[in-house]
C-alpha cells in the first residue's frame, strides 16, 4: 500500500513539474519508464543540447535568436578570444571554451540517453573545419551560417557526412525567411507573371566591415561572392532553376597591389543562362554604393523588385500596381529558421528542413561555376559539377 502511495505521489509531483517546465529533472530522479519519457508532454518540452561555435556579430545574432525559440538548451560557447567568451558565457549562463575541440569532446561527453546534440556555428570554416567533421561523426546535428563552405567540394564532403551519420546539416539563409522574399516566391507560385525573361540582382557590400582572414583566398575560399553574395544567389537558385550555364568576371579594384587591403574578389559581374531566351545577372561590390541587395525579375508586362524589406510589382513604364512593406530584421528570420531547423529533429514527419545542406550544393555548384569562370574565361556549368556528387547524395 505504502508504494502505491509513493507511486502516486511521485506521479502528482511529475505533473506539476511538466506543468512548470521540470519534468526532464524527474525522469532522472525518479527513474520513470522510457514510456513515460515518449510522452507528448515531454516532445514538447525537449530542447537540443546546443554549443555555439564563433561569437562575432552573426554569432552573437544566431546565439540570441536560439535563445528565444525555447528549443535549444545552451550549454556552452567558444570563441578564440577567451575574454569574448567567458563575457557572454556569463550572460547565457554556460560554459565558456576557446578550445573548440576540447568543446565538442566535453559537449560529447554530457549527453545522456535521449540528449539531442546541436552544433551552432559562426566561426570561419578555416577554424573549425575539423571540428565541424568531428561533431557530426559523434552525432550532432550541425546548422552553419552561410556560406554552406569553402568550395564545393567541402560542402558536398559535409552532405556526404551528414548522410552517413543520419544527422541534419542545414545553411542559415535568412532571406529565405524574409517576408519579401516568401511573397516574390508565393508570387511566382501563383503564376502571376508571365514569360519571364530577366533576372537582375544587385549586392552592394557598402561599408560593411569584413574580418581580415576573408583577405585571404586560402582561408577565406572567396571574397563577396561567396560571402556577401551567396543569399541573393541562393534565391535565384531556389526561386528559378541552376542556370545551364555562368560566366563570371571577377576583379580587385581597390588601391594598387601595395595597397590593397584585399586578396579575394571584391568586385564582380556574374552572367547567368537559365533557357535560350531566360537570363540574369549579377553585380557584386565592396564600393559601388551603400549597403543593400535587390531582385528584380521582368516578365511579360511586369517586373517584380524585390528587396529585405520590400516588394513592389510594376510595369515597363514605372507604373506601381502593388507594393508590400515589410519591417521583419534578421533576428526574427534567424529566429524562424532555427525554429524550423529544431522542429525538423525533433519532429521530422511534420517539419521539412527549409535550408538543408543537400539543397544548398546546388547554390555552391553556382558560385564554383562563377569562379571557376574567372579562371578559365569561358561559361561554365553547375549542373557537371552536381553531377559530382548526384549519385552519393542524391542533388539532382
Not at 177 to 197: C, D, N, P, V
Not at 351 to 371: D, F, I, P, R
Amino acid at each position: 500500500m505504502l508504494g502505491v502511495v509513493v507511486r502516486l505521489a511521485l506521479l502528482l509531483e511529475f505533473t506539476r513539474r511538466l506543468s512548470t517546465g521540470q519534468g526532464s529533472s524527474l525522469y532522472l530522479a525518479g527513474g520513470f519508464t522510457a514510456g513515460l519519457r515518449d510522452t507528448p508532454y515531454e516532445m514538447r518540452d525537449k530542447k537540443l543540447k546546443t554549443a555555439v561555435l564563433g561569437l562575432d556579430e552573426r554569432g552573437l545574432l544566431l546565439l540570441e535568436a536560439a535563445s528565444q525559440t525555447g528549443h535549444f538548451h545552451i550549454e556552452a560557447v567558444a570563441d578564440k578570444d577567451t575574454k569574448l567568451a567567458e563575457r557572454i558565457a556569463a550572460e547565457y549562463k554556460c560554459t565558456p571554451y576557446d578550445d573548440y575541440r576540447q568543446l565538442i569532446t566535453t559537449m560529447d561527453s554530457r549527453l545522456r540517453g535521449n540528449d539531442i546534440g546541436c552544433l551552432l556555428v559562426a566561426a570561419g570554416m578555416y577554424s573549425c573545419d575539423e571540428y565541424i567533421r568531428a561533431a557530426m561523426k559523434k552525432k550532432f546535428n550541425v546548422l552553419k551560417l552561410t556560406p554552406t563552405a569553402r568550395n564545393f567540394e567541402e560542402a558536398a564532403a559535409f552532405v556526404q557526412l551528414a548522410e552517413d551519420e543520419n544527422i541534419k546539416f542545414a545553411v542559415a539563409n535568412p532571406l529565405r525567411f524574409a517576408r519579401s522574399f516568401l511573397a516574390l516566391r508565393k508570387f511566382l507560385e501563383e503564376g502571376r507573371i508571365e514569360q519571364i525573361f530577366l533576372i537582375t540582382a544587385v549586392c552592394a557590400v557598402g561599408n560593411q566591415q569584413c574580418p581580415s582572414w576573408q583577405s585571404d583566398p586560402k582561408l577565406a575560399g572567396g571574397g563577396v561572392l561567396l560571402h556577401n553574395c551567396y543569399e541573393i544567389i541562393d534565391q535565384m537558385v531556389w526561386n528559378f532553376a541552376v542556370p545551364q550555364q555562368v560566366y563570371s568576371l571577377n576583379a580587385n579594384t581597390i588601391g594598387n597591389k601595395g595597397q590593397r587591403p584585399y586578396l579575394t574578389e571584391d568586385t564582380a559581374v556574374v552572367m547567368m543562362k537559365f533557357a535560350d531566351a531566360f537570363f540574369g545577372n549579377l553585380t557584386a561590390g565592396k564600393a559601388i554604393g551603400p549597403r543593400q541587395k535587390f531582385l528584380k525579375v521582368h516578365g511579360k508586362d511586369k517586373i517584380l523588385t524585390v528587396s529585405d524589406t520590400q516588394f513592389v510589382v510594376s510595369n515597363e513604364a514605372g507604373q506601381i500596381s502593388e507594393q508590400l512593406e515589410y519591417d521583419d530584421n534578421d533576428l526574427g528570420r534567424i529566429r524562424e529558421l532555427l525554429e524550423n531547423f529544431a522542429l525538423s529533429i525533433l519532429s521530422p514527419d511534420e517539419n521539412k528542413l527549409c535550408c538543408g545542406g543537400k539543397e544548398n550544393l546546388k547554390t555552391m555548384a553556382v558560385v564554383e561555376s562563377a569562379y571557376l569562370s574567372a579562371r578559365t574565361s569561358v561559361p561554365e556549368e553547375p549542373g557537371r559539377i552536381l553531377q559530382m556528387v548526384s549519385r552519393q547524395v542524391g542533388v539532382l
